[in-house]
């Protein structure tokens, strides 16, 4: 059984940054995918961004793209979103999730196995 451990949620105000990682309990992880959604109060959980770890292949949200980037840490299994120019509408419990995640599906949340318990990152105005 993989655990995923999140930190760095926080209270930030807009135009301000923070720093999200995800570390996971695996002893191999080259075919995995780790990810990161979230889900605003009365909204879907969505996807935000992934990035493949044998190829660093990345992908992102619409939303988020050019404020957000995705990083690994082979040493440590640990996946980094770094978010910059933060927005009120950023506001959401964000989750880490793994998984053998073929292409057709790293944005869907329905394809990954394993999800973190979540980390509140809230944006004020």
């Known amino acids: 059984q993989v655990q995923l451990v999140e930190s760095g949620g926080g209270l930030v105000q807009a135009g301000g940054s923070l720093r999200l990682s995800c570390t996971a309990s695996?002893?191999?992880?080259?075919?995995?995918?780790m990810g990161w959604f979230r889900q605003a109060p009365g909204k879907e959980r969505e996807f935000v961004a992934a990035?493949?770890?044998?190829?660093?292949?990345?992908y992102y949200a619409d939303s988020v793209k050019g404020r957000f980037t995705i990083s690994r840490e082979n040493a440590r299994i640990t996946v980094n979103l770094q978010m910059n120019s933060l927005k009120p509408e950023d506001t959401a419990v964000y989750y880490c999730?793994?998984?053998?995640?073929?292409?057709?599906?790293?944005?869907?949340?329905?394809?990954?196995?394993?999800w973190g318990l979540g980390t509140q990152v809230t944006v004020s105005s």
């Open positions: 999730a793994a998984g053998a995640v073929a292409p057709p599906g790293r944005r869907s949340s329905e394809a990954y196995a394993y």
């Open positions: 695996a002893r191999t992880f080259n075919r995995w995918t």
């Open positions: 990035i493949v770890w044998s190829d660093d292949n990345t």
